[in-house]
């Protein structure tokens, strides 16, 4: 990965690139821990951290020159400087999004070289999957489906949200995900339209709605995948909505190819709902990029001009939220291919009444 940041930065007339974003760190590195920093030069590749990593990134990282950036001074900034000295470096290439503004006077104070803010130069290189990221993110969304078959075994009347929020969470990780989980979604009743809700006391009633969106990471490599089940029978509104938010799903699925704009995906995902009493209650991001992160480019919606790729992996997830009654959304993650794509979530997209 390495190679490939060296070679933008031959067209960018940069000599130096400061990574300071974790997943990128992960992206170039290998590295899997935290709190560190590259600094890549066309003669070495630097690892800049602090003692409590050096053991680490020594064993995943045998590529890059450990530096300790406390020996150099008080910052990281100072480290930087130091190195840019050593190397003659006159311009540096730096993640933008990801350094504050604190960080960049401290940077601009001690670093004598010529400091170039760069956006979603990694992030671009991440967006086509290699096949081993494809794999993990295989593997990662099978897991997610295996809790997704337990989970739904212990929804039942006067379970609270957050008991089955955490339930989830353990079921990803025996299942084999890292023992990292995310932020996971699991409402339930009229708190489903809340579109990123909190896990809540609330305990589930019948006739509720229970809206999980969660997900898990392998190797470092997230799956997201949403699905709205129901507690007894469902009413009649509650079916009608579920069978729309259903066909917006697979209307979007129908074109998503390589070669296809990201923004004819989202006009597809709204034809169902179209002179209907819902089209005021959808939300126009109905997908995103997914890999060491769960949110990453390209972002779908009506303005989204990018094109699909093959070797992108991308969530599809419009949805209908009605405040005060209700959301139904359904979300799965695919592998985009030449002529089509692949569902990486194998779970059904039908309501299940429990």
């Not at 053991?55 to 190195?83: F, H, S």
């Not at 996971?184 to 229970?210: C, F, M, Q």
């Not at 470092?220 to 995948?225: I, R, V």
Request: one cysteine or more.
């Amino acid at each position: 990965m390495e190679k490939k940041l060296i070679a933008y930065m031959e067209k960018a007339g940069l000599d130096g690139f400061f990574v300071a974003a974790k997943e990128n760190v992960r992206y170039i590195s290998g590295f899997t821990g935290g709190d560190s920093y590259l600094l890549i030069t066309k003669e070495k590749y630097y690892f800049i951290t602090d003692p409590r990593y050096t053991e680490q990134a020594g064993n995943e990282c045998p590529a890059y020159e450990i530096y300790v950036w406390r020996t150099a001074g008080k910052t990281i900034g100072d480290a930087v400087g130091c190195l840019a000295k050593k190397h003659n470096l006159k311009y540096i290439g730096f993640e933008g999004s990801a350094i504050s503004y604190h960080q960049h006077k401290n940077f601009s104070a001690s670093v004598q070289a010529e400091l170039v803010s760069t956006i979603d130069v990694i992030e671009k290189m991440r967006a086509i999957k290699t096949g081993r990221e494809i794999e993990c993110l295989r593997a990662s969304c099978e897991i997610s489906c295996r809790a997704f078959s337990r989970i739904i075994q212990d929804i039942r009347v006067g379970v609270t949200e957050k008991e089955l929020a955490a339930k989830l969470s353990l079921y990803m990780v025996l299942e084999g995900a890292d023992t990292q989980p995310y932020g996971n979604i699991l409402i339930s009743g009229a708190r489903t339209s809340l579109l990123h809700g909190i896990p809540s006391g609330k305990a589930v009633e019948y006739g509720d709605l229970v809206l999980m969106d969660f997900g898990c990471q392998f190797n470092g490599y997230m799956s997201d995948m949403t699905r709205t089940v129901v507690v007894g029978k469902p009413s009649a509104k509650q079916r009608e909505i579920y069978a729309l938010e259903k066909r917006m799903l697979e209307d979007a699925l129908d074109v998503m190819k390589a070669g296809v704009l990201l923004c004819d995906v989202y006009q597809e995902s709204i034809r169902a709902i179209e002179g209907t009493g819902f089209y005021d209650y959808h939300y126009t991001g109905i997908g995103h990029g997914i890999g060491l992160a769960v949110h990453e480019i390209p972002f779908m919606g009506p303005n989204s001009e990018q094109v699909l790729e093959a070797g992108n992996v991308r969530t599809i997830e419009p949805g209908i939220y009605i405040p005060n009654w209700g959301g139904i959304r359904i979300e799965d993650q695919i592998l985009i291919t030449d002529d089509g794509y692949e569902n990486l979530i194998n779970t059904t997209h039908d309501l299940i009444e429990l």
